[in-house]
């Protein structure tokens, strides 16, 4: 799985062009999930752009009500409305920004998945965390906290484990490093839900993908995908990235 989340960039016509020129270049990749997630203000068009080809919609974050007095808020339901099956939940950007916490990002995870829109649920620990050698206890709590309570079907959840200190940096985490902590979540879920979703759950890397490292990541044996955000806004480059070979 492919997902490029676009954060706050491009503007309605930008977002068009984009998917004008990036269709034709993965049409052939039909083993893939390839997922892009624009602004709230692009979906309604992009998802008419996008219907009927091998790319999909998701958003980069949801409420938790269905409706209600909530200003400035999008529910579960307008989401699915608009066309999108994927939301992104927890970015490090929402929870360092936005103020965002393990207990809102549970509500949201529960929206989402009782509305049958696929989470991309973001974890990852900062440098100062890693430093202190607390990066395996911080995500672990973050999945602990996050995924309360949940009642999740088989493959109706994607983790994305995105280190805060690789995000916008140019500095990703080594592949070891990835894998290392991706084996470490996947052996978590086993524990926490049961060994058959562990095996079965999709857990991509987030952080720095780029073409040139884009198959290390994907020849480690429990990545299953990568989630780009600077890469993704260029045509060329996300479709390389959507392209990329095993045998580099
Ligand atoms: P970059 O690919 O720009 O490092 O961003 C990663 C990310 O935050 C994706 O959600």
């Known amino acids: 799985m492919l997902a490029g989340n676009w954060k706050m960039h491009k503007t309605i016509a930008e977002g068009k062009q984009f998917i004008n020129e990036f269709l034709p270049l993965v049409t052939n990749e039909t083993t893939k999930d390839i997922v892009l997630c624009p602004t ?31 200003t400035g808020e999008i529910s579960p339901v307008m989401l699915k409305d608009v066309g999108c099956n994927w939301v992104i939940i927890g970015h490090s950007e929402r929870r360092t920004v936005l103020a965002e916490n393990d207990l809102t990002i549970n509500r949201k995870l529960k929206a989402a998945l009782d509305t049958e829109l696929i989470p991309i649920f973001c974890v990852g620990e900062t440098l100062q965390e890693r ?24 493959n109706g959840i994607v983790i994305a484990y995105e ?41 991509l890397y987030g ?20 989630l780009v955000g600077g890469a993704s806004l260029t ?12 045998n580099v």
């Open 163 to 203: 280190p805060v200190w690789a995000i916008g940096t140019g500095i990703n985490a080594s592949c070891t490093d990835a894998q290392e902590m991706i084996g470490y979540i996947r052996e978590y879920l086993g524990k926490i839900f049961n060994e058959d979703f562990a095996k079965t759950i999709r857990i």
């Open 207 to 226: 952080g720095s993908v780029k073409p040139e490292n884009i198959a290390e990541f994907m020849n480690k044996e429990d990545i299953d995908g990568a």
């Open 40 to 70: 709230f203000t692009s979906l309604h068009v992009l998802s008419n752009e996008l219907k009927g080809t091998n790319v999909e919609l998701g958003a980069q974050n949801v409420f938790w009500e269905e409706k209600g007095a909530y």
């Open 131 to 154: 430093e202190n050698n607390r990066a395996l206890e911080v995500v672990k709590e973050q999945l602990t906290n996050g995924l309360k309570d949940l009642d999740i079907k088989q």
């Open 235 to 246: 045509p060329d480059t996300f479709a390389d990235i959507v392209r990329f070979d095993k």
